[in-house]
């Protein structure tokens, strides 16, 4: 995947609405404590990103059927656990502290789908070459 095509994925726009609006909430709010949650929540979600693609989608489970819209799959996997952990941390501390952490998640999940939709373009670029040889 092209990275014109990635930014106009309408998948990927979703995401990025939602980063856009949870940064901006919390730029006029932010300290050092909101920005851990934040690096957190980037971190956490990339790693559930990169969890999702090498378990479930590149491996295959036997229950699930394979299918070819790996960027559909994985947030469709990554948004109940971002939904519920961000309202988790509503509950147990604050508002704001939910809203960092859901800045920081939707980057982290941005950064992961653009790691493996680059891999997955390299893959194919192999596979083209070895074929024209």
């Known amino acids: 995947m092209k990275i014109r095509e990635f930014i106009v994925n309408p998948y990927i726009l979703a995401v990025l609405g939602v980063w856009f609006f949870t940064s901006f909430v919390i730029i006029f709010y932010i300290d050092w404590t909101f920005a851990g949650v934040s690096l957190l929540g980037t971190v956490c979600f990339f790693f559930y990103i990169s ?40 509950l147990l ?36 070459e070895a074929q024209a040889q």
């Open 51 to 90: 969890a999702v693609y090498q378990f479930i989608l590149y491996k295959g489970v036997p229950w699930i059927e394979r299918k070819e819209d790996d960027l559909f799959m994985s947030l469709w996997y990554a948004w109940p656990v971002y939904v519920l952990s961000s309202l988790t941390i509503f």
């Open 93 to 128: 501390a604050d508002e704001l502290w939910a809203f960092a952490y859901a800045a920081g998640g939707a980057a982290g999940i941005l950064i992961g789908e653009f790691r493996h939709a680059g891999l997955a373009e390299k893959g194919e670029r192999k596979q083209i």
